[in-house]
């Protein structure tokens, strides 16, 4: 909020700093003409005016008129090209709008920069003032944007806002139109699709060790997401070894024993344990102080071959790059990118797939969009999960060379049994549990119990061939809607 007024009052003062110096040839010219003290002040006034428009042929009395008549025409042109840069960007704006697909974005000067030229011609520079625009991104401070979206909630009601903010996680934005998106979650998304560790889990023999170095908000993302993320056989053991504070994170998961993956928090320091570093299939170094000495001395103290560093800004990264065992991650310039903040891919796979849904259970749909609004946050965020997953399960099939279109029988009841272990996760980190709801349904969400929070095995068939389906839906769309289906 501070930096926003900071904006203001450096916009205030530029408009002002402009309208005193536009004035400084009117103010030399009646200083002038009164010190000559041969015109009336209106006459004085007239001329002076007239240097503005270079109508001022006299010869001048004295420096002072002289100075104006020479600065006064300057004044002008620099007003006019203000006017005209004005103008330029209202019209541009206006054009941008109409096209159907603006962003205005709001932020600190670097981020706002970055994202806009990102966008290309469908970005609109937001700054100080409210533009209209099809989208919003805010990128301040989340007190601001929550403020922002306040002092213009009529005119946002038609329009999607992309509200940046780390206090809470996705799941907990008010409306359809409202999306909370945190840098470090889409961070946390992008680093496991990339490290891709099914290979080296098939290499270890299903078991294996990932380390984490430093936590806090960054370290909370990487760990949903590699327990979300890498799920590749039922059998599969990956300790996840969190180095760092993680106590606050441990009391309010209380399903975390339920993952079939243990997570393991560290109170002893890493040095102390550089065996198990050594062993680890995958090894972070999350953002956090001192990060650059961290670093050499894991390159002096352990023998991993790699060592993965989330680097926050470009000046460590540059620093890093050209380390033979370091694989360098900018993760904050990759989070902000267009397509990771709008999201709209992964989004319109969810819509899609929960529309299949509905039709599949033989109720009338009243279109996409409007079933997705009937959902309650928990439940959009659950399709969203399990069509972020499935990017997943595209690299296994192709590790193991099958085709989507024809799974054979056991390929397909391995994926079902995976995507329930999927969904299963997904409720235990937002602290679900098996249980048998006393309100005669399958779940109850205000005790957060479901009766298929249990092994694929133990299943009823209709359930399992929930799961079958799930995969082979998310097969059967195209590139813009593979996505998961909600029970």
Not at 138 to 163: A, I, K, S, T
Not at 346 to 371: M, Q, T, W
Not at 401 to 413: H, I, K, Q, S
Request: charged fraction near 30%; aromatic fraction near 10%; charge should be neutral.
């Amino acid at each position: 909020m501070a930096e926003q007024k900071a904006f203001k009052v450096w916009g205030r003062h530029e408009m002002a700093s402009k309208l005193i110096l536009f004035c400084v040839p009117l103010a030399l010219g009646m200083f002038g003409f009164h010190l000559a003290g041969n015109l009336r002040t209106a006459d004085a006034l007239y001329a002076c005016v007239c240097m503005y428009i270079l109508g001022y042929q006299t010869t001048p009395p004295n420096i002072w008129v002289e100075l104006a008549r020479w600065t006064a025409p300057l004044a002008t042109l620099g007003a006019a090209v203000t006017l005209l840069t004005a103008l330029q960007v209202r019209v541009r704006n206006l054009l941008c709008y109409l096209r159907g697909r603006s962003v205005a974005v709001y932020g600190p000067e670097e981020e706002r920069r970055e994202l806009l030229e990102a966008l290309g011609g469908s970005g609109i520079e937001g700054r100080d003032r409210f533009v209209r625009a099809r989208s919003y991104v805010l990128l301040n401070p989340e007190e601001e944007n929550f403020r922002f979206c306040g002092l213009n909630r009529q005119r946002l009601q038609d329009c999607r806002v992309y509200l940046k903010c780390r206090s809470l996680p996705a799941e907990f934005a008010a409306g359809e139109n409202l999306h909370l998106f945190c840098p470090e979650e889409a961070a946390a998304r992008l680093f496991w699709k990339k490290r891709r560790l099914y290979e080296t889990l098939l290499r270890r023999g299903k078991r294996l060790n990932v380390v984490l170095l430093g936590f806090g908000i960054l370290g909370e993302e990487v760990l949903r997401y590699g327990l979300l993320h890498n799920i590749f056989d039922p059998g599969q053991r990956i300790e996840y070894h969190i180095f760092g504070d993680g106590g606050g994170f441990a009391a309010t998961h209380t399903q975390l024993s339920s993952m079939g993956d243990p997570v393991i928090f560290h109170e002893e320091p890493w040095y102390e344990r550089t065996a198990l570093l050594e062993d680890a299939a995958a090894l972070l170094v999350l953002t956090q102080e001192d990060q650059l000495r961290l670093v050499r001395s894991l390159l002096l103290a352990v023998r991993a071959p790699e060592i993965d560093v989330f680097a926050a800004g470009d000046a460590g990264a540059k620093l890093l790059e050209g380390q033979k065992r370091l694989t360098v991650f900018s993760w904050q310039r990759e989070a902000q990118r267009p397509e990771h903040i709008l999201q709209n891919t992964l989004f319109a796979r969810a819509k899609r797939l929960n529309l299949h849904y509905v039709r599949l259970s033989g109720r009338p749909d009243e279109g996409i969009d409007r079933e997705w609004r009937k959902l309650d946050a928990f439940t959009r965020y659950s399709n969203v999960s399990a069509a972020d997953y499935h990017d997943i399960r595209l690299q296994m099939l192709d590790a193991w060379g099958c085709a989507e279109e024809a799974l054979p029988p056991d390929t397909l009841e391995r994926l079902a049994e995976l995507e329930h272990i999927r969904w299963c996760r997904y409720h235990y980190l937002h602290n679900w549990k098996h249980g048998v709801p006393t309100n005669g349904r399958r779940k109850d969400p205000v005790r957060r119990e479901h009766v298929d929070l249990c092994p694929y095995e133990e299943l009823e068939e209709s359930e399992k061939e929930k799961d079958r389906r799930n995969v082979l839906t998310l097969l059967e769309l195209d590139d813009g809607g593979r996505e998961g289906e909600e029970r």
